[in-house]
């Protein structure tokens, strides 16, 4: 059985890249339903359409306030029939209404090993911090930014001469590969308490 998922995004995409080439495999349990990006300018809307997925913009500036834009993006993604969003890159922080709404159904991967560098910047603190050891965690998304409970964390190793660019690239490759499957772990895990 497939969940429906939606995916948001902010930009590049590669993440929801990855998770679209993996829930085609019939053992996925996701089925990704539609793309949604904060910015018309996001080039990963322009994958995802070439893929023939269905995939809008819904830009901030277009509401008067953070409520009413997301209730736009909650009339999307209704209007799909997502029963689960992962946000890939999506560089918004969701009110607690909305979290809440969605409570026990969205998932983020994060560039760090949470709890360590939530927020923003995560490379280059990680650099200044003298950190020997990063990386990137899937989690479920509550209320408190970037706290949640850990689905599945990857780790990769600070090398000498890092630069953010060296760093945030090894972490990427990282995120690659365990977005796919930690989502699977919690639509599995969600499929298992809901019976969906
Ligand atoms: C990824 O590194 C992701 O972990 C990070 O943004 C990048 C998006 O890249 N997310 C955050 O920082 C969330 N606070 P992508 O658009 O190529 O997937």
């Known amino acids: 059985m497939k969940t429906p998922v939606a995916i ?3 930009g590049r995409g590669s993440n929801m890249e990855k998770l679209v ?34 995939a809008v ?3 901030r500036k277009g509401f008067a306030d953070k409520a009413a834009h997301e209730a736009a993006i909650s009339a999307v993604l209704a ?18 209404e909305f979290v809440q709404a969605w409570h026990g159904r969205i998932v983020n991967i994060h560039p760090s090993l949470l709890p360590r560098h939530k927020g923003l910047d995560t490379h280059a603190r990680a650099l200044a911090a003298g950190d020997t050891e990063h990386g990137c965690s899937v989690h479920w998304v509550t209320a408190e930014l970037d706290g949640g409970d ?3 964390q990857a780790r990769v190793p600070v090398l000498s001469g890092d630069t953010v660019a060296t760093l945030s690239a090894r972490v990427l490759a990282e995120e690659h590969k365990l977005y796919p499957a930690a989502l699977a772990q919690a639509l599995r895990h969600h499929q298992t308490m809901t019976g969906d």
């Open 150 to 152: 850990v689905i599945a």
């Open 8 to 10: 948001l995004i902010s």
């Open 21 to 54: 080439e993996a829930a085609r495999a019939p053992d996925h349990p996701a089925e990704i339903c539609g793309v949604l990006a904060d910015r018309a300018d996001a080039a990963g809307l322009d994958f995802a359409r070439g893929q023939g997925l269905v």
């Open 57 to 59: 913009a819904v830009e």
């Open 79 to 96: 209007d799909w029939g997502a029963g689960f969003i992962a946000l890939a890159g999506f560089m918004r922080v969701l009110s607690p």
